[in-house]
């Protein structure tokens, strides 16, 4: 018996490092994305700072441990073997739950699932207990549970994602007050002030106040009881000055120093606060494996009160998960597609949006729009004059929009700041406050005050805030659940569920990972459009013929599979040409959207070339639709399980496919050559093509008006054929606007913004 908790305790030590890869994956982002978004430094700094940061706050965790162990249920109320199992489903439960959000790509709490899931396990195995018992009822739940613990847990969490979102908004709004979008300027007078106070909350809070979880504290109590207001004004004092040296003598930014000691203190924060998430129930499996072969109790009657009691953490596993920590921050790529979604959310500029809009968060918007006409007209006109001109964004015409940061260092640093001080009082005060909840809500507070979040996009963001939130809670929902499943399984599966469990959970992480690799492989493909850049018409030309080539073979493919699956039935071949719509029609809608940024970058001699890109891309978004619609209707139509089209329909349009293959795969040739003179040569087909589809038109309605035929079939095969010719008049259009303004005498200009 002894041998199997023995192997139970080594599987959780195997899934504690799984979970700290898992985990990490999910909250680097959390003290990354500042840094990320500004592009105040590099990575590869980021990346070295942040290290230090996870090694130097690995030994902040010790003083939060306790809540693996005692924080949600009542230690001496379960038995040895039923710890192992509560221990046992938790891990398993809690791997599987992060993979599958950090593959989905959303920022979920590894907090808020590691308190959910050991309340699910808890309550399962409670509700075990009290049903097997003649005495129990469901009202001494209570007995089992640390409710009250619990609850503050709980609202403490939850209450975090008001404070954080309020107090970022507050802080970057006087922030933005002060400095304006043209902070450069502002700095110079206000920067020393600002960095002493951002570096003295940075140190004070998360180092300071941080070895309060430590066992080193004791050393220092003495010296810091009582001593809290000198403290803080000797540290303001000192980072003032330091700021004003940095910026004086070095001619520095400070705010640069601001966003590395920000990271470098978040990431602290990070490891002190979530490490218990991931190593804290094994250690407290292993503690209380320790304390049953020590006391010769047989494993059904020995009491774990002994959780109860504070149990130190030793340095040496903490060192070693600290470095797990760190190899999964360097190594780890589901990280980046997180990231993506929350630098997406606060970004300042406008782009593609990643999540719809909603009822609620239209509605929102549109309240919030009206409050705030309200407010704006009680203010005096010289209040709104100054407001309005401190919130008046720069223009960074030379810097291309990739290269851009996602929002400036005044707000990056608002973020850290305020995150960082938000995280370190709750891991001060041992409540496992979720980093996620606190650095996402911060930086929706600081991108709402910062205007971020304007006409056009407000209700785009405010829909993906709330997506990321009802993720929260479905996190904290299946968490409860999937838990008290797993316990139940353990329970009366015994050591084979246990085996069978670890077995599935496996399996699902390779899978999870083959597919995320996969989908990974394939976000750029060779075939994706590419922005225009060039400042010229013949620039366009040139540059923009990988695109035409492109979307020649995307829509011979499309075509080809629409026709085909229509005509053998064959609803995998649809579905697959109805998924190429899509993606052709979102990557024309990218490229259109681009359009304003691409005018701006003209100089005024290149107007020419901004005419010629928009009529481009309107016969490219002209063909998408046609395809998505023959593509869609050929789908519903087979889907549908409506009558097969006759063979007479089904022969003519792969004649009429074959000859719009023959046309595409022209196309596709002549562009990737560059070579333009050809286009004379099929633009000669146009008539043939547009009379084939006539005499087809005709045939049907021969057809239509002398046989019994289904209206359904009629009304597809007359919607194809004219979306056919729409689609051929758009190609053939698109071939002379490239062949009337292709001149091979004059030299391709340089992209705008570049130079030799």
């Known amino acids: 018996m002894e041998n199997i908790y023995l192997l139970m305790i080594v599987a959780l030590a195997v899934l504690a490092i799984a979970d700290l890869v898992v ?30 940061g996870i090694f130097f706050g690995a030994v902040f965790s010790s003083g939060m441990m306790e809540v693996a162990r005692k924080g949600i249920f009542v230690p001496d109320q379960f038995a040895f073997s039923e710890i192992m199992i509560i221990f046992m489903a938790v891990m398993i ?21 590691i308190v959910f899931e ?26 089992y549970i640390n409710s009250d613990k619990a609850l503050v847990i709980i609202s403490g969490i939850l209450l975090s994602v008001v404070i954080a979102f309020t107090i970022g908004a507050l802080v970057q709004f006087i922030s933005r007050l002060v400095f304006s979008f043209q902070y450069e300027k502002k700095i110079k007078h206000f920067g020393a002030v600002f960095g002493g106070l951002a570096l003295t909350a940075i140190t004070y809070f998360i180092i300071m106040k941080g070895l309060k979880g430590t066992p080193y504290y004791d050393d220092i109590k003495t010296y810091l009881t009582g001593n809290e207001l000198y403290i803080l004004a000797g540290s303001f004092v000192i980072w003032t000055l330091f700021s004003q040296l940095y910026t004086s003598i070095f001619k520095k930014n400070i705010l640069v120093f601001v966003i590395i000691m920000g990271t470098f203190g978040l990431a602290l924060a990070f490891a002190g606060n979530d490490l218990v998430n991931f190593i804290g129930v094994p250690m407290a499996a292993y503690h209380s494996y320790e304390a049953w072969v020590a006391s010769g109790v047989a494993p059904g009657e020995f009491s774990m009160g002994v959780l109860a009691n504070k149990v130190p953490t030793e340095p040496l596993l903490l060192f070693i998960a600290g470095g797990v920590m760190v190899l999964t921050l360097w190594f780890s790529k589901k990280a980046r597609s997180v990231t993506e979604t929350e630098l997406g959310l606060a970004r300042q500029d406008e782009g593609r949006e990643k999540f719809q809009p909603n009822l609620l968060s239209r509605s929102i918007v549109r ?5 705030n006409d309200g407010l704006t007209a009680v203010l005096p006109a010289s209040a709104k004059s100054h407001i309005a001109k401190q919130f008046t964004k720069v223009e960074t015409k030379a810097i291309s929009k990739e290269d851009a940061p996602v929002f400036d260092m005044i707000r990056a640093s608002v973020n850290l700041m305020i995150a960082g001080v938000l995280i370190s009082i709750a891991t001060s005060m041992k409540l496992p406050l979720s980093t996620t909840y606190v650095t996402f809500m911060v930086a929706m507070g600081t991108s709402l005050a910062d205007r971020a979040w304007g006409r056009e996009s407000a209700v785009y963001r405010v829909a993906g805030v709330f997506n990321v939130i009802g993720g929260w809670f479905f996190t904290a929902f299946s968490a409860f659940i999937a838990a008290a499943i797993m316990a139940s399984i353990i329970y009366l599966g015994g050591p084979a569920a246990i085996a069978i469990l670890l077995f599935f959970a496996v399996v699902l992480l390779v899978r999870n990972y083959i597919s995320y690799k996969k989908s990974n492989s394939l976000t750029k493909e060779e075939d994706s459009l590419k922005r225009a850049e060039s400042s010229s018409i013949q620039g366009v030309i040139q540059e923009s013929a990988d695109n035409i080539a492109a979307v020649a073979s995307r829509s011979n493919k499309i075509l080809s599979d629409s026709i085909n699956g229509l005509a053998l039935e064959d609803l995998k071949l649809l579905k697959k040409s109805k998924k190429g719509t899509t993606k052709l029609t979102t990557e024309v809608e990218e490229m259109r959207d681009n359009i304003f940024y691409f005018i701006k970058n003209l100089d005024e001699a290149s107007v020419g070339a901004s005419n010629f890109y928009i009529t481009a891309l309107g016969y490219l978004q002209d063909m998408s639709q046609s395809l998505e619609f023959i593509s869609k209707a050929s789908y519903k139509h087979v889907n549908n399980n409506h009558r097969k089209l006759k063979f007479n329909q089904t022969r003519e349009l792969l004649d009429l496919q074959s000859e719009m293959g023959t046309l595409f795969n022209q196309i596709n040739v002549a562009f990737l050559n560059k070579d333009f003179g050809a286009i004379e040569s099929f633009l000669k087909n146009k008539e043939q093509l547009m009379n084939k589809v006539s005499d087809k038109v005709q045939k049907q309605i021969a057809r239509t008006r002398t046989e019994e035929s289904s209206p359904k079939n009629t009304s597809l095969y007359f919607s194809i054929l004219m979306e056919t010719r729409d689609l051929t008049v758009a190609v053939m259009n698109l071939m002379e606007l490239y062949a009337n303004e292709y001149d091979s005498k004059i030299p391709v200009a340089e992209p705008a913004g570049t130079s030799n």
């Open 23 to 52: 985990g990490v994956s999910n909250d680097a982002v959390n003290f990354l994305n500042s840094a990320i978004g500004s592009k105040a430094i590099s990575f590869r700094t980021i990346m070295i700072i942040a290290s230090l």
């Open 93 to 113: 439960t809690d791997i599987l739950l992060l993979d599958f959000f950090n593959t989905l790509g959303m920022p979920t709490s590894t907090t808020v699932s």
């Open 118 to 143: 050991l309340l699910g396990a808890a309550v399962a195995m409670a509700l075990i207990k009290i049903g097997a018992s003649q005495t129990e009822t469901l009202a001494d739940l209570g007995n």
């Open 367 to 371: 309240l919030t729009t009206r409050v």
